[in-house]
């Protein structure tokens, strides 16, 4: 990363999974809390845990446990304990993969916003095209197993996007998703 061989986990390097993965006997807040607790920076950084529950729409929710909260929810909660390290890069595993189509797309918008002010990298994993399309400023398609790259698109879509313009978009022929080996 950044051209530093990566050898090792580091706060800097977060990864988002497809499950929330938040411990059930934990508040929403001390969830969030747990990277700069473990790291022994909770005590000077305890506003920065308020600043990123605000910033993902959880604010009202701090006492409230995983158990208490919709899928939706859970998964905001999840992004919030990978932001609240600042990292420089943010992998995200299929994070809205297990959301309903709503919530998805509300939380595609979020992810993006989110993005555009906090400024990291993202790497997204997806089998969504539209996701992909929606969320990506690049796109790398790989092959099934062993996984190899079929090809490389840059998305030129301006943000914000318009997922009505994607599906327009993708009607036009774009189907980079289809190429052969």
Same mark, same amino acid.
């Given at each position: 990363?950044?051209? &530093? ?10 990864? /988002? ?41 959880l604010s ?6 995983? &158990?208490?909260?919709?899928? @939706? ?7 919030? =304990? ?5 990292? $420089? *890069?943010? !992998? *995200?595993? +299929?994070?809205? @993969? $297990?959301?309903d189509s709503?919530?998805? !797309? ?17 790497? *997204? /994993?997806?089998?969504?095209?539209? +996701?992909?399309?929606? *969320?990506?400023? &690049?796109?790398?398609?790989?092959? +099934? =197993?062993?996984?190899? !790259? =079929?090809?490389? /698109? ?11 313009? !994607?599906?327009?978009? =993708? ?11």
């Amino acid at each position: 990363m950044d051209g &530093r061989r990566i050898d090792g986990p580091d706060p800097s390097r977060i990864i /988002v999974f497809q499950e929330p993965t938040l411990y059930p006997w934990r508040t929403v807040w001390s969830n969030v809390a747990l990277g700069l607790e473990a790291r022994g920076l909770l005590r000077s950084h305890r506003e920065r845990v308020d600043d990123v529950l605000r910033l993902v729409g959880l604010s009202g929710f701090p006492t409230a446990y995983p &158990r208490q909260l919709s899928g @939706g929810m859970a998964q905001r909660a999840a992004l919030a =304990r990978a932001l609240v390290n600042d990292p $420089q *890069l943010l !992998i *995200l595993d +299929e994070p809205l @993969g $297990q959301l309903d189509s709503l919530t998805r !797309i509300a939380m595609q918008g979020e992810l993006v916003s989110l993005w555009l002010r906090a400024g990291f990298t993202a790497l *997204l /994993v997806t089998h969504d095209v539209e +996701e992909a399309l929606f *969320l990506a400023s &690049r796109i790398i398609v790989l092959s +099934e =197993r062993p996984a190899r !790259i =079929r090809a490389q /698109v840059v998305n030129g879509l301006l943000y914000p996007r318009d997922i009505a313009a !994607i599906r327009i978009w =993708r009607s036009f022929g774009v189907k980079f998703w289809a190429i052969s080996a």
